[in-house]
C-alpha cells in the first residue's frame, strides 16, 4: 500500500524545495536513525520503520526529474544523503542505493509510460530493489534469466540472489536477457504474481540491508516496463559511475560512524596506558597522534567523495566522453579512498579502545562487519588500475555497470 505522507514531505509542494533542503532533513532525521541500529544489527531486525520515515519524508525521491514532479536532484545530493544515512545506519544507507540507480537507469532508458508510473509511484513513497545477480556462471555478467515477449507483454523466469532492499520494496528492478541476448530490465511491483522473495542473507555484515533471493516464475508485465540496459551503460552518462559512487558513499560514511563511536568509547571506557603518565585515555598524545591520522583518513575520503559526486552531475549535464570519463576517475578516486579509510577505522577501533572494546555486548565489531563485507563490493585494485592507465597513458576508464 502506498504510504501516506507526513508534513515534512509537504516540502515537495513548495516553490523552492531543493535536493539540499532534503539533505537537510536527512540530517534530522540521524539521531532516530542511529538509536536502534547496533540492535538492529544483533537482532537482525530490518530497519522498515526507519525507511518508511524516510519515505514518507520524501528523501527517498530527491533524484525525480523536474519534469515528473520531483526536485531533480543529482548525484552529488544521493552520494550526501547516502553518505549521512551511513552514519547512522550503513545497512538502511544501502538499501536506497539500487533504488537511486534504477531511477536513473529508467530516466534514461524507460518509455514515458514507465517513467510516468515509476516517478508517481516513488513520489508517494515507494521504493526500488534490484534482482540483479545470480549464482553459478564464469562471470558477474553471465544471465540465466530470461524475458520472452507475448502480444503487448514480457514475460520473466529465472532467480536472484543478493537482493539488496528486495524485502522491504515496493517495485524490482530485474535485469533479464531476451532471445537476441539483449539486456533488459523490467519494472514491475513487488507483489506480481508469480514473484517470490526470500529472506536468506547470511553475510557476516550488513546484515540487515533487505538482501534477499527473488524467483520469478513467469512473471508479466507490460513491454512498455522494460528499460533495455545498454542505453544506460554504454552513453556518456556516468551511469556506471553513479552507482558506485554510492557504493563509496556507504563506506565514507561507515568509516566516519566508527571514528566517531572510538573517540567516543576512548573518552568514557577506555583505562590509559601507564607509560602515558596521564589520567583518562583521550591525554596519551601517542592515542591522540592517532586519532589524528584516521581524521585525515576520513576527510580526505568525504571530500574525494564531494568531488565525485560534482563530477556525476557535471557529466549528466554534458554528456560527453571527458565528462564522463572524468566522472569514473573521480568516483575511483573516491572509492579508493573510501575503501581504505573505512577498513584503517575499524581495525583501529579495536586498537585504541583497547580490550573492553571487544566485548561482544558492546558490538563495537559491527562497524568492522560492515565494512569488510561492503568493501567487497567493485574492487578497488581494479580502480587503481584505472586511474594508473589515465595516469600513465591517458586511457579513458570503461564505463561500468556495476552495482
Not at 514531505?9 to 536527512?26: F, K, N, Q, S, Y
Not at 524507460?110 to 545470480?134: I, M, P, T, Y
Not at 502480444?151 to 528486495?166: I, L, M, P, Q
Request: hydrophobic share 45%; proline share 5%.
Amino acid at each position: 500500500m502506498p504510504l501516506v505522507v507526513d508534513p515534512v514531505r509537504r516540502l515537495h509542494d513548495g516553490p523552492g524545495v531543493t535536493a539540499a533542503a532534503l539533505v537537510e532533513v536527512t540530517r534530522r532525521l540521524l539521531p532516530q536513525i542511529a538509536r536502534g541500529a547496533a540492535e538492529r544489527d544483533r537482532n537482525r531486525q530490518l530497519p522498515r520503520a526507519e525507511l518508511d520515515q524516510l519515505s514518507r519524508a520524501g528523501v527517498l525521491a530527491v533524484t525525480v526529474p523536474r519534469a515528473h514532479g520531483g526536485v531533480g536532484g543529482g548525484a552529488a545530493a544521493a552520494f550526501e544523503i547516502t553518505r549521512l544515512l551511513a552514519t547512522a545506519d550503513p545497512n538502511l544507507a544501502q538499501i536506497p542505493q539500487s533504488h537511486f540507480v534504477y531511477l536513473r537507469l529508467a530516466a534514461l532508458a524507460g518509455s514515458v509510460e514507465l517513467k510516468d508510473e515509476l516517478f508517481a509511484a516513488v513520489l508517494a513513497g515507494a521504493r526500488v530493489a534490484n534482482a540483479q545477480s545470480e549464482r553459478g556462471g564464469r562471470t558477474i555478467t553471465d544471465l540465466a534469466t530470461a524475458v520472452r515477449f507475448d502480444g503487448e507483454d514480457a514475460v520473466v523466469d529465472g532467480e536472484k540472489f543478493y537482493c539488496t532492499g528486495s524485502l522491504c520494496a515496493d517495485w524490482l528492478a530485474v535485469l533479464a536477457r531476451d532471445a537476441e541476448g539483449n539486456d533488459q530490465v523490467g519494472f514491475l511491483p513487488a507483489d506480481t504474481p508469480g514473484v517470490s522473495i526470500v529472506d536468506d542473507w547470511t553475510g557476516m555484515g550488513q546484515r540487515t540491508t533487505a538482501s534477499g533471493t527473488v524467483l520469478f516464475s513467469r512473471v508479466r508485465l507490460p513491454r512498455s516496463h522494460l528499460a533495455p540496459r545498454r542505453a544506460a551503460v554504454t552513453g556518456p552518462y556516468g551511469y556506471g559511475a553513479l552507482a558506485q559512487g554510492l557504493h563509496a558513499a556507504i563506506d565514507v560514511g561507515i568509516a566516519r560512524a566508527a571514528l566517531t563511536e572510538t573517540a567516543e568509547f576512548v573518552r568514557t571506557s577506555s583505562r590509559p596506558w601507564f607509560e602515558a603518565q596521564v589520567d583518562r585515555a583521550d591525554l596519551d598524545p601517542l592515542l591522540v597522534q592517532r586519532f589524528g591520522e584516521l581524521e585525515v583518513e576520513v576527510r580526505a575520503a568525504e571530500a574525494a567523495l564531494g568531488v565525485a559526486g560534482h563530477a556525476c552531475d557535471l557529466a549528466e549535464e554534458r554528456r560527453d566522453d571527458s565528462a564522463s570519463s572524468e566522472a569514473s576517475l573521480a568516483v575511483a578516486t573516491a572509492k579508493v579512498l573510501a575503501d581504505r579509510a573505512a577498513i584503517s577505522v575499524t581495525n583501529a577501533l579495536f586498537e585504541l579502545g583497547g580490550t573492553r572494546a571487544s566485548d561482544d555486548r558492546l558490538n563495537l565489531h559491527r562497524h568492522w562487519r560492515n565494512a569488510r563485507t561492503h568493501t567487497l563490493h567493485d574492487p578497488v585494485r581494479w580502480k587503481l588500475q584505472h586511474l594508473g592507465r589515465w595516469a600513465v597513458r591517458g586511457e579513458r576508464p570503461p564505463r561500468g555497470p556495476q552495482l
